[in-house]
C-alpha cells in the first residue's frame, strides 16, 4: 500500500505559477513510477504528466508541454509537478498517482495505468 499526499495547490492569477508536491509513504518510493492527472468540474479526469522511476523519461499532455515540468526526488520520496504560465482553462483538482508496473512507457497516460491515487490538491486560475 502506498499513500499519496499532493499539496501546493490555490488561487493564482493566469500567467503565474505553482509547484505542486505529492508526498508518498508506505512502500519504497523509487519502485514506482509516478503521474499527475487532474480533473475540472463537469469533465473526465485527464493525464497531465507522468515520470519514470528513475526520473529519465517523463511524458506530457500536449495541452501541458512547454509550460508544466514534472520532477522527483527518490530520496524524499516525493513528486513535483512546476507550472508555469498557467491559464484559466488549466483550473482543476489535480492528483498524483502511482504505478508499480516496472514497465514504464506511453501507457503511463491512461488512468487506469496506476494503482494508487492522492486525494486531489485545487488549482484555481483567474483571468
Known amino acids: 500500500q502506498v499513500q499519496l499526499v499532493e499539496s501546493g495547490g490555490g488561487l493564482v492569477q493566469a500567467g503565474g505559477s505553482l509547484r505542486l508536491s505529492c508526498a508518498a509513504s508506505?512502500?519504497?518510493?523509487?519502485?514506482?513510477?509516478m503521474g499527475w492527472f487532474r480533473q475540472a468540474p463537469g469533465k473526465e479526469r485527464e493525464f497531465v504528466g507522468a515520470?519514470?522511476?528513475?526520473?529519465?523519461?517523463?511524458y506530457y499532455a500536449d495541452s501541458v508541454k512547454g509550460r508544466f515540468t514534472i520532477s522527483r526526488d527518490n530520496a524524499k520520496n516525493t513528486v513535483y509537478l512546476q507550472m508555469n504560465s498557467l491559464k484559466p482553462e488549466d483550473t482543476a483538482l489535480y492528483y498524483c498517482?502511482?504505478?508499480?508496473?516496472?514497465?514504464?512507457?506511453?501507457?503511463?497516460?491512461?488512468?487506469?495505468?496506476?494503482?494508487?491515487w492522492g486525494q486531489g490538491t485545487q488549482v484555481t486560475v483567474s483571468s
Open positions: 508506505g512502500r519504497t518510493f523509487s519502485n514506482y513510477a
Open positions: 515520470i519514470s522511476r528513475s526520473g529519465g523519461t517523463r
Open positions: 498517482a502511482a504505478d508499480r508496473n516496472p514497465l514504464f512507457n506511453s501507457n503511463s497516460k491512461y488512468s487506469g495505468a496506476y494503482d494508487y
